[in-house]
């Protein structure tokens, strides 16, 4: 039997574990960063974790959990909203996500959220499967893109920014 309950401080390298395997792409250490940031009070995109722990005491899933202001789909200004959501591949196919799911519905309702959101990548046919067996509906699909701009660094802008700017008398 697998016990869910809120995230402890003794938690923190099992934590930063399961983060790691959920976004392998992110550095390590910014991802531990982020948990020790959450222990002390400083971490304002994650509100509540619930860890998932097996019989053997080994944490093998995590629910990162926020308030927002807004999700795609929902109509409140108070939405609770899934940051995160891991369980270690040996592990699911087992409820042990339901039961977070379940832990952070419940967070959810004492916190005034009529509204629970969560988000995955469009590819993430796995993801998308488990948010629907628990029983949310997929509201959009959407693709985000990202430009970096040096404006400092480029001549060009600083010319046509002083081009643009309003005559100074």
């Known amino acids: 039997m697998t016990r869910v309950r809120p995230a ?9 574990r399961l983060r790691a ?20 009070g400083r971490l304002r995109h994650v509100r509540a974790v619930f860890m998932a722990e097996a019989e053997s005491g080994r944490i093998v899933g995590l629910a990162e959990m926020n308030i927002r202001p807004y ?18 591949p040996q592990y699911r196919r087992r409820g042990i996500g339901a039961a977070l799911i379940g832990a952070a519905e419940r967070w959810a309702v004492k916190n005034r959220c009529s509204e629970f959101a969560s988000n995955s990548l469009h590819d ?16 959009e699909v959407t693709r985000h893109f990202r430009k970096e701009l040096r ?8 010319r046509a920014d002083r081009r643009s700017a309003p005559a100074r008398r």
């Open 71 to 88: 999700a795609e789909g929902c109509s409140t200004d108070r939405v609770a909203f899934l940051e995160g959501w891991y369980v270690e």
């Open 8 to 16: 402890r401080p003794v938690d923190a390298a099992s934590w930063a």
């Open 124 to 139: 993430n046919e796995l993801g998308r499967a488990a948010h629907l067996a628990v029983g949310f509906e997929e509201v």
């Open 151 to 158: 404006l400092a660094a480029d001549k060009r802008f600083q």
């Open 21 to 40: 395997a959920l976004w392998p792409a992110e550095p390590k250490a910014e991802l531990r960063r982020e948990v020790d940031q959450f222990f002390a």
